[in-house]
């Protein structure tokens, strides 16, 4: 697993999105597995994304 760079990843949907900049907004860390499982820094299921491109995430909207 990997830390999660929300300009370098994307919700698969709008809620996991809000779920993932919701925990960025508020300095909780993620972590993201291979098969694009986000976790809280708790280990916690939070949301599914995809990583992409540096600078196409959703961190940069």
């Known amino acids: 697993m990997?830390?999660?760079?929300?300009f370098a990843v994307m919700g698969l949907t709008e809620k996991d999105n809000n779920v993932i900049?919701?925990?960025n907004d508020h300095n909780i860390g993620m972590t993201i597995?291979?098969?694009g499982r986000v976790y809280n820094e708790g280990g916690q299921y939070i949301a599914d994304a995809k990583e992409v491109?540096?600078?196409h995430g959703i961190g940069c909207w």
């Open 53 to 55: 491109e540096p600078g």
């Open 33 to 35: 597995d291979e098969f």
């Open 2 to 6: 990997k830390e999660v760079n929300v």
């Open 21 to 23: 900049m919701s925990h």
